[in-house]
Nanobody
């Protein structure tokens, strides 16, 4: 299973970016898809996640500014980021909890990460 993320870049404070991530490979189902981020010198943290049923979870710091959405048929997840702040600067990682053939239980997969830089 591979996760391919796109959409990072440089934006000014108050601007918007949209991140996209597509999962490919031998996938039976994807229980949860989400985005994490890691800023320099900090631990990786959850930004937002969404289940196959559409239930969402957001970090307090992004509530009201970021929106996560998912296309189950295409195994894709998007993160719309509005009103960006300098503290949103980080490498953003796509994550998926996946069921694959011949393996009991779910496996956790990560994309390579995409850099988001918000200038002040």
């Amino acid at each position: 299973v591979q996760l391919q993320a796109s959409g990072g870049g440089l934006v000014q404070t108050g601007g918007s970016l949209r991140l996209s991530c597509a999962a490919s490979g031998r996938i039976l189902s994807i229980r949860v898809m989400g985005w994490y981020r890691q800023a320099p010198g900090k631990q990786r943290e959850l930004v937002a996640s969404i289940t196959s049923g559409g239930s969402t979870n957001y970090a307090d710091s992004v509530k009201g500014r970021f929106t996560i959405s998912r296309d189950n048929a295409k195994n894709m997840v998007d993160l719309q980021m509005n009103t960006l702040k300098p503290e949103d600067t980080a490498v953003y990682y796509c994550n998926a909890v996946v069921s694959v053939p011949y393996v009991a239980g779910d496996l956790n997969y990560w994309g390579l990460g995409t850099l988001v830089t918000v200038s002040s």
